[in-house]
C-alpha cells in the first residue's frame, strides 16, 4: 500500500485541485505566481486522477455508448448522449478540453522548473503525464493545438497540430522521459519524494508507466496500413530502455491521501458512489447511470463471478436478481433504480472504496495491451501468460480471487484461450476477419475495464469494431445508426481561435475520424 506522508500536502493537493483552470486565453498574466514544483506535482497528479479515469466526462457518454451503464428512468435527461446529437456545446467535449489543457499547463510549469532547479526527474514526471493528456486529447478531437499550445499570452490562438504527428511527438517524449528515468533511479531528493503521489519517487515504476503510455500510442496505430515498420521501431527503443512496461500489482495508483470526508473523497467514488454521510446518500452519478443490459447480460449468461462487483442486485442489493436497461429509449417507471441493477460494490464500496486510490492506468489493462503486441508479434513473451494475467488481474482489482478468474477461464468459452486457439465458434461469432486470439482478448479487456476505463473501450471499439454486436441507441431521436467517433471541438474554440479551429473544416462525431480510426 503506498504511504500517504503528510496531511499537508493532502490538504494543498485538494485545495489546490478545487481550482480548476480551463483551456483560457484571458488568463490575467498580470497575476502570474510561482509555485513550489513539489506542490505543483502533486496537484497536477491528483488532478490528472480527477479529470481522467476518476472523471464524470470519461464515463458520461463512453459508459452507455460502450455499453457498460445506462441511464436511470428516474432522470428525463441526456438526449444528447442517447440520440448521439452532439454539437460543439455538448457538455462531454467542453469540459474534458478545458480539464485537459488546464491539467497540461501545470505540467509544463514543472517541467520548466525541473530546467531551472537541474531536477530532471520533474522534466520526466511532466513529460509522461503530458503524453498521458495529450494522447486523450487526439483521441477525443483529432488534429489539436500542440507546437504552439501552453504558451500563455506569447501565443493567444495556436495553429492546429495533424493528430499522427503529435503522437508521434508524444513518443519522442516518452522514449526522451524513460532515458531520464532510467539515468536517475535512486537520485530524488528526499525533499520530493512526498510530492510524488503516484509511484512514491520509484523512477523504475515511471519509467514503467512511459513505456506503457507509449506500447498503447503505438497499438492505437495498428490498423493504419504501411504502419508496422514504424511501430516495430519505436517498439525497438522501448526494449532497449530496458524499463518494461506495468507488471501484475503495478497499477499507476494516485493517492494523494483521499479521506472520508466530502470534498476528499476518491474522485470516481465523489462522482458515482456515496457521500461521506454516515447514511450512505447516494451521489448525483449513482443515481443517473445504472446496469446496461447488453454487459450485465454478458456477465451473467458466462457465470462471470464479477457481475456481483460491476453491479448490484436491483433496489440497491435489496432485491434477489440482476437487471440490466437496454441503452437509448427515454425509461420508465421499469427502468428506475428499484427494478434495475445499479454501479456495484467492486467499484464503489461503501466500506472502503471512499478513500482508495484512484487508478491511471491499471496492471491488467497494461497485461491487455502486452497480450496484444505479443499476438500480433510486436514484443516478445507469450500472449496467453500475459493473456491470463491480465484477466486474473482484473478479478483481483474487484477483491475477487485469482481461483476465481482461473475457475472462469478454465470453464468458459468466451474467457478460454485454448478454445480461441482452436477457432471456438464463441468467438468466431463476432464476425470478425481478426484472429481469435485478437478478439478474445480485446473482449476481455471490455469486459475488464467497466468502470475503471470506459474510454479505452470506447478507443478499442473504434479502432477495431470490438466487441462487434455492442448494441445502437434504439432512441427515435438517434436518426444516425453508429457510435460517435469522436468529439466535436467546444464553442470556445469556434469564439477564440475561430481561424485555426475553422481550417479543419465542418467536424461531424460520425465522419471526422481520428487519424488511426480506418476500419
Known sequence: MKKVYTLSIIALSLAFGACKKGFDI??????????????????????????????????RFAAPWIGYWNFSGAYSGFLEERSYNITSNYAGATATWANLY??????????????????PYFVAFAKTMKAFDFQYLVDFYGDIPYSQALQSTAIIRPKYDKDMAVYEDLAKQLDSAATIFK??????????????????????????LANTIKLRLLLRQTEISGRTAYIKSE?????????????????????????????????FYANFGYTAAADKTLQAGHQYY???AYSLNFYQDNADARLGRFYTTINEGAGTTYVGHPFGPIATNAEKPDQISAIGPGLVSFSSDATKPQPLITDFESLFLQAEAAQRGLI????????????????????????DAAS????????????????????????????????????????????????????DYRRLGLPADIPISNNPAATTRKIPVRMPYPQSEYNYNPENVGAEGIISQFTSRVFWDVK
Open 26 to 59: 484571458n488568463d490575467n498574466p498580470n497575476s502570474a505566481t510561482s509555485a513550489s514544483p513539489g506542490l505543483v506535482l502533486t496537484n497536477a497528479l491528483n488532478t490528472t486522477a480527477r479529470n481522467t479515469t476518476g472523471s464524470y466526462e470519461f464515463y
Open 102 to 119: 488546464g491539467n497540461l499547463r501545470d505540467y509544463q510549469y514543472l517541467e520548466q522548473q525541473g530546467r531551472a532547479l537541474n531536477k
Open 183 to 208: 539515468a536517475n533511479v535512486g537520485k530524488v531528493a528526499s525533499s520530493d519524494v512526498p510530492f510524488d503521489i503516484l509511484y512514491g519517487g520509484n523512477l523504475s515504476k515511471w519509467g514503467k
Open 235 to 267: 517498439i525497438a527503443k522501448i526494449d532497449a530502455n530496458g524499463l518494461g512496461y506495468i507488471n501484475v500489482g503495478e497499477t499507476a495508483n494516485v493517492q494523494p491521501g483521499y479521506l472520508n470526508s466530502d470534498g476528499k473523497l476518491n474522485p
Open 290 to 292: 445504472l446496469a446496461a
Open 380 to 403: 516478445a513473451g507469450n500472449p496467453k501468460t500475459l493473456y491470463m494475467s491480465a484477466v486474473t488481474q482484473s478479478f483481483v482489482a474487484l477483491d475477487l480471487t485469482s481461483a
Open 408 to 459: 472462469y477461464m478454465g470453464s468458459h468459452p468466451v474467457a478460454n484461450w485454448d478454445d480461441a486457439a482452436n477457432n471456438g465458434s464463441s468467438n468466431s461469432a463476432e464476425g470478425t476477419s481478426y484472429d481469435n486470439k485478437l478478439v478474445l482478448i480485446i473482449k476481455q479487456k471490455w469486459a475488464s475495464l467497466n468502470g475503471f476505463n470506459d474510454i479505452e473501450a470506447w478507443c
